[in-house]
T-cell receptor, first 112, second 114 residues
């Protein structure tokens, strides 16, 4: 069964610093999609970044980038120049067929 | 840009009552997904519909049913409500005509069962 594991329930980072959120997953598929979603206090689910498994190049979206290690089944999220608005719960997710399987989440605190 | 619309945004019901949650996908999206997020939990997939047919099913209780209508909106019907059904229910939509089949999430319906 596909699983997504986030080993850091909570993390804190100083404003303007860089932080990395970890994620590992388990799958027997060779082609798949991975995502990071952000859930702020409003509880809205916001897609931060996506990665196609067949692409070796790591995805980047402005201050957000991933380190995708397919062989290690690792998919970490790096947030550069952290801002107060980045404070949220971050979910790592894997798309299996139609549905998305989420990790347990990492709550990120931004310290001013 | 138009987003996924869910109604109501908040709903309070008593045990054993029935609730109906509605989802209006982004225009021209043909697939709808339902997720349940309990307090402090990650979202769990319930069910999905493509072109009005059920396409996948997750851990949805037998007390719940759902359908997608001809205008592509979807309804999640929940009967014999239990305290444990209190959760945030997300609807998401996607289009098979778009790359990645990316799922766009609605704001959620917060259901409280007392």
């Amino acid at each position: 069964a596909q699983t997504v594991t986030q080993s850091q329930p909570e993390m804190s980072v100083q404003e303007a610093e860089t932080v990395t959120l970890s994620c590992t997953y388990d799958t027997s598929e060779s082609d798949y999609y991975l995502f990071w979603y952000k859930q702020p206090p409003s509880r809205q689910m916001i897609l931060v970044i996506r990665q196609e498994a067949y692409k070796q190049q790591n995805a980047t979206e402005n201050r957000f980038s991933v380190n995708f290690q397919k062989a290690a089944k690792s998919f970490s999220l790096k947030i550069s120049d952290s801002q107060l608005g980045d404070a949220a719960m971050y979910f790592c997710a894997y798309r299996m067929d139609d549905k998305i399987i989420f990790g347990k989440g990492t709550r990120l605190h931004i310290l001013p | 840009a138009a987003g996924v619309i869910q109604s109501p945004r908040h709903l309070i019901k008593e045990k054993r009552e029935t609730a109906t949650l509605k989802c209006y996908p982004i225009p021209r999206h043909d697939t709808v997904y339902w997720y349940q997020q309990g307090p402090g939990q990650d979202p769990q997939f319930l069910i999905s519909f493509y072109e009005k047919m059920q396409s996948d099913k997750g851990s949805i209780p037998d007390r719940f049913s759902a359908q997608q209508f001809s205008d592509y909106h979807s309804e999640l019907n929940m009967s014999s409500l239990e305290l444990g059904d209190s959760a945030l229910y997300f609807c998401a939509s996607s289009s098979t005509g778009q790359p990645y089949y990316e799922q766009y999430f609605g704001p959620g319906t917060r259901l409280t069962v007392t």
